[in-house]
T-cell receptor
Framework: GENVEQHPSTLSVQEGDSAVIKCTYS??????FPWYKQELGKRPQLIID?????GEKKDQRIAVTLNKTAKHFSLHITETQPEDSAVYFC??????????FGTGTKLQVIP | NAGVTQTPKFRILKIGQSMTLQCTQD?????MYWYRQDPGMGLKLIYY???????DKGEVPNGYNVSRSTTEDFPLRLELAAPSQTSVYFC?????????????FGPGTRLTVL
């Protein structure tokens, strides 16, 4: 995972609205795509991941979609709540487990 | 299981001093990583290890050294500390078991170099 681009860098949504964060990767051999959530002052923690043999994975209000042709994967959060406010990172281990993280998206959910 | 533990939690160094950040995991993970996170920024890979006795440079290795003599421990050494090394340092581990898996992070070490 040498090059990972993440957008947007900041995102403000009203409570109850949806949020979408997108990452683009460069290594066509990449086959595992995780998303981490980092609350203020805390460590990053995995919230959802997807492997290259599926196009979408859902876990309650969060989902991840993968487009291998376009080399991008996205995090979708529906019915956002104030506790969703955090920084979200995508990551790409690449083919050699030399993990590259995206630059992060600061999500603010406005009550 | 304690997971990934790091010591110390906080440290203030003077310019030119040295120190070792400790990292231990009890999950028998073969992969271990060191990241630094500057305020408001993302995670930058410093060094990583795919198993005992094997280490490799990440994106920002200058000013740091690592060793991996056991599966459990992956210490990060700072020689001649500089203000640019002020950051939060996270250690992480993962197990591949045939495919790439979740990274588990330690609580972090907040380092200030004055």
């Amino acid at each position: 995972g040498e090059n990972v681009e993440q957008h947007p860098s900041t995102l403000s949504v009203q409570e109850g609205d949806s949020a979408v964060i997108k990452c683009t990767y460069s290594d066509s051999a990449s086959n595992y795509f995780p998303w981490y959530k980092q609350e203020l002052g805390k460590r990053p923690q995995l919230i959802i991941d997807i492997r290259s043999n599926v196009g979408e994975k859902k876990d309650q209000r969060i989902a991840v979609t993968l487009n291998k042709t376009a080399k991008h994967f996205s995090l979708h959060i529906t019915e956002t709540q104030p506790e969703d406010s955090a920084v979200y990172f995508c990551a790409d281990p690449g083919r050699y487990q030399k993990v590259t993280f995206g630059t992060g998206t600061k999500l603010q959910v406005i009550p | 299981n304690a997971g990934v533990t790091q010591t110390p939690k906080f440290r203030i160094l003077k310019i030119g001093q040295s120190m070792t950040l400790q990292c231990t995991q009890d999950m028998n993970h073969n992969y271990m990583y060191w990241y630094r996170q500057d305020p408001g920024m993302g995670l930058k890979l410093i060094y990583y290890s795919v198993g005992a006795g094997i280490t490799d440079k990440g994106e920002v290795p200058n000013g740091y050294n690592v060793s991996r003599s056991t599966t459990e421990d992956f210490p990060l050494r700072l020689e001649l500390a500089a203000p640019s090394q002020t950051s939060v340092y996270f250690c992480a581990s993962s197990s591949t078991s045939g495919s790439y898996n979740e990274q588990f992070f330690g609580p972090g070490t907040r380092l200030t170099v004055l």
